[in-house]
């Protein structure tokens, strides 16, 4: 099974940035499109940006113009580049299989994050 770890995160001035890193154990093709997630204190966690393995991606309402997703295959890795970032956007970061929203609160194997935290 393919393990994925986020990187990346820490604390930011609104009207930053930050880019977060989804590093893949082995070939991240395996997994088919890669999601971010995020989820904000007393939230359920919610679907941010979705990057396919040709490369066509989607992106929340809430952070589409600010976000981009993005992919290296030779790193096995997939980014999240963050500019313009509000308080709004402070949540622990998640990357993933892409879930439908159907199951994102129900599905059990979630690394361990990567923290963002926006000041105003």
């Known amino acids: 099974q393919v393990q994925l770890v986020e990187s990346g995160g820490g604390l930011v001035q609104a009207g930053g940035s930050l880019r977060l890193s989804c590093a893949a154990s082995r070939s991240i093709f395996s997994i088919g499109p890669v999601g971010w997630y995020r989820q904000a204190p007393g939230k359920q966690r919610e679907w941010v940006s979705t990057?396919?393995?040709?490369?066509?991606?989607n992106y929340a309402d809430s952070v589409k113009g600010r976000f981009t997703i993005s992919r290296d295959n030779a790193k096995n890795t997939v980014y999240l580049q963050m500019n313009s970032l509000k308080p709004e956007d402070t949540a622990v970061y998640y990357c993933?299989?892409?879930?439908?929203?159907?199951?994102?609160?129900?599905?059990?194997?979630w690394g361990q994050g990567t923290q963002v935290t926006v000041s105003s």
């Open positions: 990057i396919t393995i040709g490369g066509s991606t």
């Open positions: 993933n299989r892409h879930l439908p929203s159907s199951e994102i609160d129900s599905y059990a194997y």
